[in-house]
Each structure stands twice: as C-alpha cells, then as structure tokens.
C-alpha cells in the first residue's frame, strides 16, 4: 500500500540518510524498503527519493506519522481507500500487476498470447521463474523470476532457501507450485518468523524427496544445483510477543 509518512527519530531530530551529512525531516509514500544480501540482510528505505540506512537505525527510536494520504501504488492517483496490495480501484481492475495470475499464477495466460498488457506480461510472466524452497517457521514453497533472488527471500524473513525448479514462464512456475502445495505451506506464519521461531530442517533432503512428486513432465524443470542460500539479519534481539500495527487506527 503506497500511503505517505512523516518519519522523525524519537528526539524530534530528522532521520538521517546515508546521503546526507545533516539530519533533516522525511515525507514520502511508503513502500517496501529495498534489500540486498552482504554479510547480512541490508534494508534501505526510500523517502522522496533519499535513501535510508535502516540497518544504521537499528538501536534508536524512530516515529513515523501517517498525514491521511493514500496513492496508488501504479498511477499514482490520490485514493480515499486502497484495493488489492495498494492499488486504486481501476488499476485494480485493470493494471496487469493486479492479474489474478500474481496471486494464482496457475491461471496465467501470457504464454496463449492473452494478458492484461502483453508488454508488461513479457517482462515479468514470459521470463525465467523460480520455483523455490524457504525455511522459517516452515518449509515453504513458493515462486518468484530469476532476477529477484534472493530479494523475495529476504522479504520473506527466509533464514535460508534452495531452488527447486527453473521454469521457461509464471503458468508453468504455477503448475509445479500448486503439486507442492499438496506437501508443503505457501505462506508465511509472520508472527513465527519475527520471533525466529525456524523450523529445524534439510532442504536438500526435503527437495530431494519432492521431485518424484511431480507429474513427469515437469520433472525436467528440476534446477540440478542444490546450493543453499543461507540468510543472517541484522536484529540485535528477538522479540517475545509480535502485534501489528495499522496506521488507520493509530496515524502515529
């Protein structure tokens, strides 16, 4: 959901971006931080375009306050109520990133020839897709394109992941998920995987006894490599109890 913040430290001072020497207020939609892997997970937070170390924050006391205003997520329009993951309703029903095929990619038809926007569908249904193996508080399955490793995992609070297949498009990434589904969750437990409640198991084990799950036609999308991606977070302490917050009720 793209929803506009003020963000400042808990001393009334302006968080600091790792591209300025002085601190200063920040105001900007929210959206999903951006992550890479290092030696550990790394967050950055963008307000109005100033990128945040929020991996240097950890420690201190941050306020963020919601002043009211919500936009969509694709064009940009103001919004009195979000749909879907942050969209306005025409976007939501027309925009090919709110394609039933992005929650259910077994239904998508781009390879047919038939999308919401076929542009948009040959950058991101027509290209190589994932199918992987996370752990956290489960083993999950789940699917992502090849150029969002190991983004998704990270998103996902995965403490580490293992390819299963590598497929030619979302419709068969869909088609291998959903014969998964039957032996495995695809979603997250998020208040497990915040207290570093993670499941103790193999994933090369657990990925070697599901290829003969699979129909045969789509054992040759088996990914060979069976490297595993561990993850490390920069937490300084796990938490006991886990309670969302939405900004709705309390805009601070």
Not at 43 to 63: F, H
Request: glycine share 6%; with cysteine.
């Amino acid at each position: 959901m793209s929803r506009h913040y003020n963000i400042n430290d808990g001393n009334g001072h302006g968080m600091k971006a790792i591209s300025m020497d002085t601190d200063a207020d920040l105001s900007g939609n929210l959206r999903k931080m951006q992550t890479r892997l290092r030696d550990v997970a790394q967050y950055t937070l963008s307000l109005d375009g100033v990128p945040v170390d929020m991996n240097a924050k950890i420690g201190e006391t941050l306020s963020l306050r919601f002043d009211g205003t919500i936009n969509c997520i694709v064009c940009g329009r103001e919004t009195k109520k979000s749909f879907g993951q942050g969209f306005c309703y025409p976007c939501f029903r027309d925009a090919p990133e709110a394609s039933e095929c992005i929650i259910r990619p077994e239904l998508c038809r781009a390879h047919e020839g038939e999308a919401r926007d076929m542009d948009w569908a040959e950058k991101h249904c027509l290209v190589e897709q994932i199918v992987y193996l996370a752990r956290s508080s489960a083993i999950k399955v789940g699917i992502t394109r090849a150029s969002q490793m190991p983004t998704r995992w990270i998103d996902q609070g995965a403490t580490d992941a293992i390819v299963f297949a590598r497929v030619p498009n979302r419709y068969t990434a869909g088609l291998v998920e959903v014969a998964m589904k039957a032996h495995l969750t695809d979603r997250t437990n998020w208040q497990r995987m915040l207290k570093n409640e993670v499941i103790d198991a193999d994933l090369v084990a657990t990925k070697a006894s599901l290829i003969d799950k699979l129909a045969p036609e789509l054992r040759q999308y088996i990914d060979p490599d069976d490297t595993v991606c561990t993850i490390d977070y920069p937490v300084e302490c796990y938490p006991e109890k886990v309670k969302s917050v939405g900004f709705d009720k309390q805009p601070q």
